[in-house]
């Protein structure tokens, strides 16, 4: 919803009147958990999404991201279940992550990416920016 509407998580989170800025829930805002029913239902009443959609999406309490945050690319821009909205999986975000069996396409970025990034959207537009980048380097 942030990057849809050109504003960051926190932003978002405040504007929204939720309990607490998300910043203040996890210097990463990839990484969101344990942020209480009213919150979820308060999400899921402005994105017009089921709240066990929302609760699905969340990662687990405890759950801390490494200096670097695993992805595939290829999943990353290409959703099957709607392939307008790229998506990050809740599986990268797991502490036990592995590769993708998929698509042997395992990159990584630094998780204070994520920080600046804002939203979603602007961080897709940083990594797609990296991406072609190392692409016509070669790498």
Request: proline letters at 6%.
């Amino acid at each position: 919803m942030a990057g849809r509407y050109k504003m960051s998580v926190e932003q978002l989170w405040l504007d929204s009147g939720m309990d607490r800025p998300a910043a203040s829930l996890n210097p990463v805002w990839l990484l969101w958990a344990g942020v209480g029913d009213a919150n979820v239902d308060r999400l899921s009443w402005l994105a017009r999404v089921e709240a066990r959609s929302l609760s699905a999406i969340m990662s687990t309490v405890g759950w801390s991201l490494p200096a670097q945050a695993p992805y595939c690319y290829v999943c990353l821009v290409h959703n099957r279940a709607d392939v307008t909205a790229p998506r990050w999986k809740l599986a990268w975000l797991a502490p036990d992550v592995s590769p993708c069996q998929e698509h042997d396409a395992w990159l990584t970025v630094e998780t204070t990416f994520a920080t600046p990034s804002r939203n979603f959207e602007r961080l897709l537009t940083l990594i797609r920016r990296r991406y072609s980048r190392a692409q016509l380097l070669g790498h």
